[in-house]
């Protein structure tokens, strides 16, 4: 039985491949950390829990094959692929979540071509 990606997680690997970055499980320590405004998505993709220096929180224990999001250095959520659980606050939520991943996307995609 297929299970349905999380919209956000997708998002996030649209936002890797747009930056043009290695594959993560390749790059050091196998783990990515991005920040764009008030947002911070550390991905683990190794095939054991990591922890994971993120500004302003310290370290952070990530499960294998999860991102920790982080809003304005607050923890706001922990997904995986296939779900998980986000804020669901007035700005941090995962609606905000989801266009300032496509923001950085299409500025990501501006810059590859210029």
């Given at each position: 039985?297929?299970?349905?990606?999380?919209v956000?997680?997708?998002?996030?690997?649209?936002?890797?491949?747009a930056l043009?970055?290695?594959?993560?499980?390749?790059?050091p320590?196998?783990?990515?950390?991005?920040?764009?405004?008030?947002?911070?998505?550390?991905?683990?993709?190794?095939?054991?829990?990591a922890?994971?220096?993120?500004?302003?929180?310290g370290?952070?224990?990530?499960?294998?094959?999860?991102?920790?999001i982080f809003?304005?250095?607050?923890?706001?959520?922990?997904?995986?692929?296939?779900?998980?659980?986000?804020?669901?606050?007035?700005?941090?939520?995962?609606?905000?979540?989801?266009?300032?991943?496509?923001?950085?996307?299409?500025?990501?995609?501006?810059?590859a071509?210029a």
């Open positions: 039985m297929e299970r349905p990606l999380s956000v997680f997708m998002k996030i690997v649209e936002l890797h491949e043009q970055l290695p594959a993560i499980n390749r790059m320590g196998g783990f990515h950390v991005y920040e764009f405004g008030p947002w911070q998505v550390a991905v683990n993709a190794n095939p054991h829990e922890i994971i220096a993120v500004k302003q929180w370290p952070c224990t990530i499960p294998s094959m999860n991102a920790a809003f304005n250095g607050w923890l706001a959520g922990i997904i995986t692929p296939f779900g998980g659980t986000l804020a669901a606050g007035s700005e941090a939520n995962e609606d905000k979540l989801i266009a300032a991943l496509e923001e950085q996307i299409l500025k990501a995609q501006n810059e071509k």
